[in-house]
């Protein structure tokens, strides 16, 4: 698989609360960086290295290389980042409940289908990203079009599930199907002081697997 898949903050920091709210804050910024600027390779070593914690031969191991090669990809990862000016991005977010409130108001705006709602939540430069495919949608004008197209393809009665990975917070949306809802997407949020600057939708089987979802919530 070429993407990178959202690791579920339950599994950061081995249950310290502590560990994992710096965990959460490095592998928030490793995630959005890995997405957009690194290679496979060095976004493998910025994650194992710099959030997960592993020595440089635990990540040569698990990536099948040498140890050597780990450090180079490492390095070039960090100063691939520091180029590109996302450590600065990330240096100014706001605190954890800040970010919660803001998705929350947005799972608000969703459950009730409210699209011009939920654009005003959004940043200017925000984007709609769908790994792997590889269509974003940039702007709160085409967020928003691409917002009414999903309600009235999958429809306006929804169940929401909170979750949090890739230090993120975000859900599980599940649509109406029948006596039930049936999982639809994981959907995770990038949050600035101004607002949502990034939305990165998830829907994947292997995904949906790694966080325990269960494909059906009764009515």
């Known amino acids: 698989m070429s993407w990178l898949q959202p690791l579920p903050d339950a599994m950061l920091a081995g249950g310290d609360p502590a560990g994992a709210v710096i965990d959460r804050s490095t592998l928030r910024l490793a995630f959005a960086g890995a997405l957009q600027h690194l290679s496979a390779r060095e976004r493998g070593a910025l994650i194992l290295r710099d959030v997960l914690s592993f020595s440089a031969a635990e990540t040569a191991e698990i990536l099948g290389t040498t140890t050597a090669s780990v450090n180079s990809s490492l390095q070039r990862a960090r100063a691939r980042l520091k180029e590109t000016g996302i450590e600065r991005e990330g240096a100014g977010e706001p605190l954890d409940a800040e970010q919660r409130a803001w998705v929350e108001r947005y799972m608000k705006a969703f459950l009730n289908a409210d699209v011009e709602g939920l654009k005003h939540l959004l940043t200017e430069d925000v984007i709609m990203e769908m790994p792997p495919m590889t269509n974003w949608f940039t702007g709160p004008g ?3 079009v691409f917002m009414e197209w999903v309600f009235a393809k999958a429809g306006t009665d929804w169940q929401l599930k909170p979750v949090m990975a890739n230090g993120q917070h975000g859900f599980a949306a599940y649509r109406r199907a029948g006596d039930g809802y ?14 949502i600057c990034r939305t990165s939708v998830f829907q994947d089987a ?6 325990g979802l269960p494909a059906r919530l009764d009515a």
Request: aromatic letters at 18%.
């Open 182 to 195: 049936e999982l639809h997407t994981l959907q995770l949020f990038t949050v600035t002081a101004g607002g």
């Open 206 to 211: 292997g995904v949906f697997a790694a966080f």
């Open 142 to 144: 085409n967020y928003g």
